[in-house]
């Protein structure tokens, strides 16, 4: 859970929670007011601190939105369109669109950060085995050649020295790698970093499945296709993908149709222009954007699970060759003094 300078924000797992749950309580014909009541005296400390104040606002006479405002902890996309659903009368389908929103979005950050983690534990792990290695193991193989009165030389007398001075130039290693890593850190923050991650394919996956999502969030709680695009636009953290819904925007306002637009400016690829025309035909445009939403995220969990089914026996290829080499390059020279003692 994050924390902002003056309150709780809420994670998206925990905002889809809070949305389904309203949905419920309004489907149950149960007010607002007492549905947050019951959520404050059943959650943690946090959570429920954050419940007892919309409960105030809400006895205060202010609106639900006006009181999930109040908190700080809901993001403005999500106060914008309970605000649309108070307005309308839908608030209940707008909550349980919000829960499916915020669902993915859970979805998509779980998604990032195990395409990140997994592959960086592996290669630590290889690391510290190759340490471990070359600092404990080769030490020993020194002493060896040293009791038989042998020199070594080539590949192994480089391993020694470098176990010798195994703290200095782990020292200069850390240092590298502290370096390499603050640079990757600033380069991909800053707008040429982010624009060269926006143009990979999983990235392009992610912001396809996002806009697809809240597409299909703002028509089904009865915006149009312009004002859905703007919604999009506005929550889009890719500007490669904002520049072409900007291009959309501007052929539909010189009488281009939706569908049009979208297919030219290829927000989509091509696989997803025959679900586009069938929305277009039957007027399903919000159902299609919520499966092309589920397709897209399904397409960068596979591509993941590619990345992670191919890293995962390389880094154990490599390890071993590595391995390997320093072993034989100790071995065969032991070999060839042991058969000679003997």
């Not at 880094?315 to 590595?322: A, M, N, Q, S």
């Not at 071995?331 to 003094?337: A, D, F, K």
Request: glycine share 6%.
């Amino acid at each position: 859970m994050a924390t902002s300078n003056n309150s709780i924000v809420l994670t998206s797992d925990e905002i889809t929670e809070f949305c389904e749950q309203i949905a419920l309580v309004i489907k149950a014909g149960i007010s607002t007011y007492e549905g947050v009541s019951i959520l404050a005296d059943h959650s943690p400390s946090e959570l429920s601190d954050i419940f007892k104040l919309i409960c105030e606002r809400l006895d205060c006479g202010d609106s639900f939105s006006e009181a999930l405002t109040e908190t700080g902890a809901f993001p403005d996309y999500m106060l914008h369109m309970v605000n649309l659903g108070e307005q309308t009368g839908t608030l209940e389908h707008v909550m349980d669109s919000l829960s499916n929103y915020y669902r993915r979005e859970a979805n998509i950050k779980s998604s990032i950060k195990h395409a990140v983690t997994y592959p960086l534990v592996m290669t630590i792990l290889m690391l510290v085995i190759l340490f471990i290695l070359i600092g404990k193991v080769l030490p020993v193989f020194k002493h060896i050649y040293e009791e038989l009165g042998a020199e070594l030389t080539g590949v192994s007398k480089t391993m020694v020295d470098l176990s010798s001075n195994m703290s200095t130039y782990l020292i200069v290693f850390l240092v590298i790698v502290a370096v390499i890593g603050v640079f990757a850190f600033f380069y991909f923050r800053s707008d040429s970093g982010k624009a060269y991650l926006n143009k990979k394919s999983f990235f392009m996956d992610i912001s396809r499945s996002r806009f697809a999502s809240a597409m299909a969030l703002a028509l089904s709680s009865g915006f149009d296709t312009d004002e859905g695009l703007s919604i999009a636009g506005m929550l889009s953290e890719n500007a490669v993908l904002r520049d072409k819904i900007t291009n959309c925007q501007a052929m539909i306002k010189e009488g281009e149709s939706f569908l049009n637009s979208i297919l030219s400016n290829e927000i989509f690829d091509r696989r997803s222009s025959s679900m586009l025309h069938v929305g277009d035909k039957t007027g399903s445009m919000d159902k299609v954007m919520k499966e092309l939403a589920d397709e897209y995220q399904n397409l960068a969990n596979s591509r993941i699970d590619r990345l992670i089914s191919w890293l995962e026996p390389i880094l154990v290829i490599v390890l071993c060759v590595v391995i390997g080499f320093i072993l034989l390059a100790f071995l065969v020279p032991l070999l060839s003094i042991m058969s000679a003692l003997g």
